[in-house]
């Protein structure tokens, strides 16, 4: 199966491939420079009746220690093009990457999202924000791939911004499926005058704000980011303080001294741990505070089902 793509890998780990170092095997795992193979392997995956999963940077991802009984397709393709304040990106574009063009080209809207991990792909998909910038601010088009698609005239579509209907850690592609093949931004170009008043150092110090905020309130070592959405009008983090569960670990995985809401993986965890300590944490919150929290991480299951 899959033999006609070059870079295909069997029985590949997946902790290879997430922030977290957790997860078993994929039974296939194709890394996709060109986006173009992408219908092709989920043709052949659904025409053999095997769950498909897409996978970006792997910073909000997380597989089952059984891995995945399909495929996993890894979007590596990375074009990144700027033409004036218009950029045309592929979804593997690393957000560190399409950050730092932009602001060395003087272009201003992102410089939030500096230190963000994982891809533009995955961001747009889950509306990546920090500092209340999001990546959905800057969309203006995407071309979309929808697997569900019956006619093939259909298969490929552009969409503009309001087709995603962005909203807090949302797009509508959780409800479609749909996969997104490149991305349309627009940034605010920086003039020279602008410069004369000093705009531009303005923008770096944004960036380097959103690093120190990083470095100060939130920890290093393996973690997804924050682990929950926050709740309306509250944030998990504080839920999970007030609690009482920083700190508390199940197997190797553990919650954060520094941030309740940072799940970490200390090298010897499973993700049995952290799902676990997952529902320890849910069931808690629940408990004292009547609030049912939501993942933003997604654990996959081995029939690529997510964990709910
Ligand atoms: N808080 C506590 N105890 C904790 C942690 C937080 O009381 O252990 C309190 C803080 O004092 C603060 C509030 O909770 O009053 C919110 O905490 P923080 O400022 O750290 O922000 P957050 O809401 O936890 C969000 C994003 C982060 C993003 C920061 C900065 C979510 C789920 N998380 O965190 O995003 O970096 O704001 O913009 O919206 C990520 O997506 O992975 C991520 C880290």
């Known amino acids: ?21 957790l997860g078993g095997p994929a039974d296939y795992f194709v890394e996709v420079i060109d986006v173009e193979e992408i219908p092709k392997l989920i043709k052949e995956a659904k025409e053999n009746n095997l769950p498909y999963f897409i996978l970006g940077g792997g910073s909000n991802t997380v597989f089952h220690d059984e891995g995945l009984r399909g495929l996993v397709i890894k979007i590596t393709a990375s074009n990144l093009e700027f033409n004036d304040n218009i950029i ?22 992102l410089e939030s999202l500096f230190g963000l991990p994982g891809t533009l792909g995955g961001a747009v998909f889950g509306n990546a924000e920090t500092h209340k910038t999001s990546i959905g601010d ?10 569900k698609a019956k006619d093939p005239d259909k298969l490929i579509k552009t969409v503009d911004k309001d087709y995603f209907q962005f909203r807090y850690r949302h797009s509508h592609l959780h409800e479609t499926g749909e996969i997104i093949l490149e991305v349309t931004l627009k940034l605010q170009k920086i003039t020279e005058e602008d410069l004369a008043d000093e705009e531009l150092k303005t923008l770096r110090n944004k960036a380097t704000e959103a690093l120190n905020f990083r470095k100060d309130h939130q920890p290093t070592g393996r973690n997804n980011g924050s682990f929950f959405k926050n709740p309306p009008n ?5 839920l999970i303080d007030v609690a009482g569960l920083k700190g508390t670990k199940i197997g190797g995985a553990y919650i954060s001294e520094k941030h ?39 654990i996959i299951m081995p029939d690529g089902k997510i964990l709910s």
């Open 1 to 21: 199966m899959f033999d006609s793509f070059p870079n295909l890998k069997t029985s590949e780990p997946l902790s290879h491939h997430c922030w977290y170092a």
């Open 88 to 109: 045309t990106a592929s979804p593997g574009v690393p957000m560190m990457r399409l950050v730092k063009e932009s602001m060395d080209r003087n272009l201003t809207g």
């Open 234 to 238: 509250d944030y998990a983090g504080r």
């Open 260 to 298: 309740g809401n940072f799940f970490m993986n200390d090298g010897t965890a499973t993700t049995e741990d952290l799902i676990a300590l997952r529902n320890l944490a849910k069931e808690t919150v629940k408990e004292k505070f009547d609030i049912t929290l939501e993942e933003e991480v997604r």
């Open 138 to 147: 800057a969309v203006v088009e995407a071309t979309l791939l929808d697997p």
